[in-house]
């Protein structure tokens, strides 16, 4: 399965720096006036089960995240970390983008632990999506700074929602930045 993906990730790094450094992110102006107490290069994989097809239905996602060339002020923390969890909910190729309130736990490889809560938004830019998720850390290392990601993946492929399978799998890159 990795090797149907990296082709994707490979085609989606100059799409998706571009998009990143294009795109007005809400908050960002008063994240960036706050040192970074750490950034990390963002990686995304989402699994659909069933997948994503063109009318909403009820489908759970599981999402893995990885966190790498992570640099944080005076070496306060690992240098990579990894999330996962799952959400259950309707989700179609076509259905509105609202705001949702989420949480994650950031496992870092020093054995430290983030939980990130925040409001994820998606975006649409030609070619591509963009996730965005303001928010604060709510327990563990950097507990109350606020954090942000944004990512870009691939825009989806209509084509794919109107086959019976649907899209089964999305990937993305980004940053993630505590503040």
Request: include cysteine; charge should be negative; aromatic fraction near 6%.
């Amino acid at each position: 399965m990795r090797e149907q993906v990296a082709p994707l990730v490979k085609s989606c790094r100059a799409l998706c720096t571009a998009v990143l450094l294009s795109t007005a992110v809400p908050n960002a102006v008063a994240l960036a006036d706050e040192p970074a107490a750490v950034t990390c290069t963002t990686s995304s994989t989402w699994t659909y089960s069933p997948g994503v097809v063109l009318v909403p239905r009820p489908v759970r996602t599981s999402v893995e995240d990885q966190y790498t060339s992570c640099t944080g002020v005076g070496g306060a923390v690992a240098h990579r970390g990894t999330s996962e969890f799952v959400v259950d909910r309707d989700a179609g190729c076509l259905e509105p983008l609202a705001a949702v309130a989420e949480s994650r736990r950031i496992s870092w490889a020093d054995g430290t632990t983030s939980t990130f809560s925040y409001t994820v938004t998606v975006t649409s830019a030609p070619g591509a999506d963009v996730i965005t998720k303001v928010g604060t850390i709510t327990d563990g290392v950097f507990a109350g700074r606020s954090a942000q990601a944004v990512q870009a993946a691939p825009a989806v492929d209509l084509v794919r929602c109107l086959t019976g399978e649907g899209i089964v799998r999305q990937s993305s890159l980004g940053t993630f930045t505590v503040l």
